[in-house]
């Protein structure tokens, strides 16, 4: 974090224009562009539509057709969000405070991202910024403002929920997955009927731990207070979830990064595939697709995916016979195998343990069960929030 923290002043006092990318090991977390020394607009790489859709919501009452109507097709740039809520000032549909208050809600969250993680790497470039500020916020405010956050948090005594789940983060998403012990402690009278109703509507493991924090109108700290006892509980998960679609056709910013691992999907159905695919790649994954896995075998000797999600049933061979073939392979008996089927039942379940499947995942897939499963089997650093 020094490095940070001293890279903060050298653009402040140097009164330096351009972008900071931050990165954590090997993973990216978020570009910090700055005009005379000012920091001016601060996207994360991750969930950056939802943090964007989300600050939004807080000062706009449409945020997606705002983002939409004043989305230049041909602006395809690093810059595509700001130089939308810009337009948006301009035409006059966001007021100038309203938009100052977007910009500094990306801010704050990108920055109380940055210093719960470890490890960070910069890399500065000068010339690409914003040409028409928004807001001109102070670095080291921003930065203050955060580790007052970070330090609340473990006043609170929640510095241990890091080590109790595993790469915890506020990115994440929380689902009730016991609902029949949710509904014994209503029926006990430990949980309110409105609370519980509440719970129900919002832990659908589509929100985000911000996102719950804003509809249930909690802080940060008062939210986990909540759900903690829930998870210790075994009620409530939290888990990976994708960000949401961005309402353009953006090009992807290339990323000279290393790749979070390989994951091989084989199915003889295209659009599984291109779903897998999807989930997988925007989460940090690299990914292959065989759809006939005896064709693609060399394929797979040659590139050695850190994972396979494996169809049960296909034309030419089924999950379990190829699953044991491949366990049966020096290159393929330690990599998890996921079997994957549109019949979840307790004979198939047991029947792919014993030709050596790692896993069971039922069809069609699920992004936050996807992400959870592939972060059960490869292990990756991420930041010690």
């Known amino acids: 974090m020094d ?9 402040h006092n140097q009164r330096l224009s351009g972008e900071l990318t931050v990165t954590y090991g090997n993973n990216p977390l978020a570009f910090l562009y700055f005009y005379s020394g000012r920091l001016v607009h601060s996207p994360s790489y991750r969930h950056r539509v939802r943090r964007l859709y989300r600050a939004l919501k807080r000062h706009s009452n449409s945020p997606q057709p705002i983002i939409k109507e004043f989305f230049d097709g041909q602006d395809n740039n690093d810059l595509w969000d700001f ?35 470890k490890k960070l790497e910069l890399s500065w470039a000068e010339g690409m910024y914003p040409k028409q500020p928004i807001a001109l916020l102070l670095p080291e405010q921003a930065l203050q403002v955060a580790q007052n956050s970070r330090n609340k948090w473990l006043e609170a005594g929640l510095g241990h929920v890091q080590n109790m789940i595993p790469n915890f983060s506020l ?19 430990a949980i309110d009927k409105d609370y519980f109703q509440t719970l129900v509507m919002l832990l659908n493991g589509q929100n985000t731990i911000w996102d719950l924090a804003i509809m249930m109108q909690k802080s ?7 759900l903690l006892p829930l998870v210790v509980d075994g009620i409530v998960e939290f888990q990976e979830v994708p960000d949401l679609p961005a309402p353009v056709q953006l090009k992807p910013r290339p990323i000279d990064i290393a790749s979070k691992g390989l994951v091989a ?3 003889d159905s295209p659009q599984i595939g291109k779903e897998l695919t999807a989930i997988l790649q925007q989460a940090g994954y690299d990914t292959m697709f065989i759809i006939d896995p005896l064709q693609g075998m060399s394929e797979l000797l040659k590139r ?11 034309p030419n061979t089924n999950g379990y016979e190829f699953c044991t073939f491949l366990r049966k392979t020096s290159q393929f008996k330690e990599v ?13 379940r047991v029947r792919a343990k014993i030709v ?7 069809k069609p897939p699920e992004a936050s069960k996807v992400l959870q499963m592939v972060q059960k089997y490869i292990q990756i650093e991420t930041s010690n929030f």
Request: charged share 15%.
């Open 3 to 11: 490095n940070f923290t001293n890279q903060l002043h050298q653009i």
């Open 83 to 117: 130089n939308a809520i810009l337009k948006a000032v301009q035409m006059e549909r966001l007021g100038k405070d309203n938009a100052k208050n977007v910009v500094q809600n990306i801010v704050q969250e990108v920055f109380y991202n940055i210093v719960n993680s």
């Open 171 to 189: 990115d994440m998403s929380a689902v009730i997955t016991d609902m029949a012990r949710l509904q014994a402690m209503v029926n006990a009278g």
């Open 220 to 226: 940060l700290i008062a939210l986990m207070r909540n």
């Open 265 to 267: 999907c084989i199915d």
């Open 304 to 314: 050695k995916p850190d994972l396979i999600f494996l169809d049960l049933v296909m």
């Open 336 to 348: 998890p195998i996921v079997i994957l089927t549109g019949n979840d039942g307790v004979i198939d």
């Open 356 to 362: 050596g499947a790692s896993d069971f995942m039922g």
